[in-house]
């Protein structure tokens, strides 16, 4: 369950003052599989960074219940001199699992990444494409609560996203919440329960993604 009343976020410089959400307020039960949209710049990666705890807001306040598990940025959490392998187990350490847990974890991971032998060299030779198998197939075997996918889908060629989607539905089915970051109103009227829109930091609608889209 997320839980948001009033969130405000404003990024400052010695010049310049910018507010990237405006008092944003909203609730997601578990289980529920919701968009957040809007053009670039509206505040859709801020929010999912203070969902994930990457940013503190400036004023408001969030309540989060359970284990959250995010692809945000390409690369982010991943350290480019390490293999695959090892950014794995790197992120299950980020994660608070232990090395034997992730042991337990390796072969799914491996397998839904489906990179091949790349999996052993360095992710800084990787393709963009690469790293969102890999960021994905970790994010999703550390078995969240709260999964947050914020738009790294779309480098991705049309099979693996259509793995990835499937993978949602079965996460659905198991309870796990949901948060997604699209541009593709068609995937979104095709997999999401309800549409947070954005526009300015500003929240325009939030409700049933066929009416929102």
């Keep these: 369950m997320i839980k948001i009343i009033n969130l405000t ?4 410089t010695e ?16 289980g529920e599989f919701v968009a957040i949209m809007g053009p670039s710049g509206c505040g859709k990666s801020t929010l999912l960074k203070i969902v994930t705890g990457v940013l503190s807001p400036t004023a408001g306040n969030i309540q989060i ?4 598990s995010a692809l945000l940025e390409l690369g ?22 232990s090395r034997k847990e992730m042991d337990e974890r ?9 990179i091949g032998d790349f999996i052993n060299q360095p992710v800084k030779t990787y393709s963009s494409g690469m790293f969102a198998r890999l960021a994905f197939a970790v994010a999703i075997n550390v078995e969240p609560d709260i999964l947050i996918v914020d738009e790294a889908l779309s480098v991705g060629d049309i099979f693996f996203q259509n793995k990835c989607f499937k993978k949602f539905d079965e996460l659905k089915r198991n309870g796990v919440t949901i948060l997604f ?24 609608a939030f409700g049933e ?5």
Excluded at 9 to 12: A, E, L, T
Excluded at 106 to 114: K, Q, R
């Design 9 to 12: 976020k404003i990024f400052r």
């Design 15 to 30: 010049s310049v003052q910018t507010t990237a959400l405006n008092e944003v307020s909203l609730e997601i039960s578990q």
């Design 65 to 68: 219940e359970g284990k959250v």
């Design 76 to 97: 982010a959490g991943f350290n480019e001199e390490y293999s695959g392998i090892e950014n794995i187990y790197l992120n299950g350490r980020m994660m608070g699992y």
């Design 106 to 114: 390796l072969n799914g991971i491996v397998e839904f990444a489906d």
């Design 181 to 204: 970051v699209s541009h593709d109103i068609g995937s979104v009227r095709q997999m999401c329960s309800r549409v947070l829109w954005l526009d300015h930091g500003t929240v325009r």
């Design 209 to 213: 993604a066929a009416h929102i889209c």
